[in-house]
């Protein structure tokens, strides 16, 4: 079966503004589809996506749209320009945004995006690639997606002003070259392996049914639930639907 990929451009600059991340990520796209890897970019600011950290904020939210592609595709890669030092408002949006997909189950129970592999693309001068990588990195990780080894690129140009990817021709920089070779084969790698061999459903769940019962308060979310067990006590909601649960297996019920 053929790959999927969707990659997510999270520059500040609506299209058609030459992107130096989307110049970046081109190269990578080279090395997906020379993979057989159909290959989606989307630029985020060209949608109508609100904040928020729901599935569908309404009100001509178009982030529904690209979330379907996402969880779709095999393959799920980040590219975000460097802005004071951090990644871009745009990414933090998207993971913000992402943060709705707790909310839901794939077919097996767990977390949407797993079997989905991350990696990550950045760009900018001066400092800020590696608090970038990692926070995107753990991001997708914690949200359910599988990282590989090495499953960022980045390039930085001097420090202070100065010339971006595009105009230093940072495609030259040997480093850029290799880990953008490695990061694109080893999310191929490693999505090939997960779509033969997902991810058993075995202890990483999600108990929806229960859920469905629970009046959860402001920040009270489903990955919060072990915890909740543990603060309220053996006599809380939560254990007596835990007990109900047990009782009604044990009768057939």
């Known amino acids: 079966m053929r790959m999927k990929a969707v990659l997510l451009n999270c520059t500040l600059k609506q299209s058609p503004a030459p992107s130096n991340t989307q110049a970046l990520m081109d190269h990578v796209i080279d090395h997906l589809e020379s993979l057989d890897v159909e290959c989606e970019t989307i630029r985020v600011v060209d949608y109508n996506v609100k904040f928020g950290v729901s599935n569908d904020e ?13 969880l779709a595709a095999n393959i799920l890669i980040i590219g975000t320009s460097i802005w004071f030092g951090v990644r871009s408002s745009v990414c933090q949006m998207v993971i913000e945004r992402l943060d709705g997909t707790y909310n839901n189950v794939n077919e097996v129970g767990q977390y949407p995006l797993y079997n989905t592999v991350g990696g990550v693309v950045v760009t900018g001068n001066e400092d800020g690639a590696h608090d970038a990588a990692a926070n995107t ?3 997708l990780a ?3 997606c599988t990282i590989p080894p090495n499953a960022d690129t980045y390039w930085l140009g001097d420090a202070g002003p100065g010339p971006s ?3 230093a021709d ?4 040997p480093y850029t070259r290799k880990t953008c070779q490695w990061m694109s084969h ?6 090939r392996m997960l779509h033969d061999h997902p991810i058993p459903p075995e202890g990483n769940t999600v108990p929806m049914s229960m ?10 979310e489903k990955r919060m639930l072990p915890a909740m067990m543990e603060e309220e006590g053996e006599g809380g909601p939560i254990h007596r639907l835990l007990r109900r649960a047990t009782k009604a297996r044990r009768s057939g019920h």
């Not at 009100?59 to 379907?68: A, S, V």
């Not at 940072?170 to 920089?173: A, C, E, I, V």
């Not at 080893?186 to 999505?191: F, G, K, R, Y």
């Not at 859920?211 to 009270?220: A, D, T």
């Open 58 to 70: 309404g009100d001509g939210d178009e982030w529904p749209r690209i979330l379907e592609k996402v």
């Open 137 to 139: 990195l753990f991001n």
């Open 142 to 144: 914690h949200l359910g």
């Open 165 to 167: 990817f595009i105009e």
């Open 170 to 173: 940072g495609w030259s920089s």
């Open 186 to 191: 080893n999310v191929v790698h490693l999505a």
């Open 211 to 220: 859920m469905k019962g629970m009046e959860m308060g402001p920040g009270r």
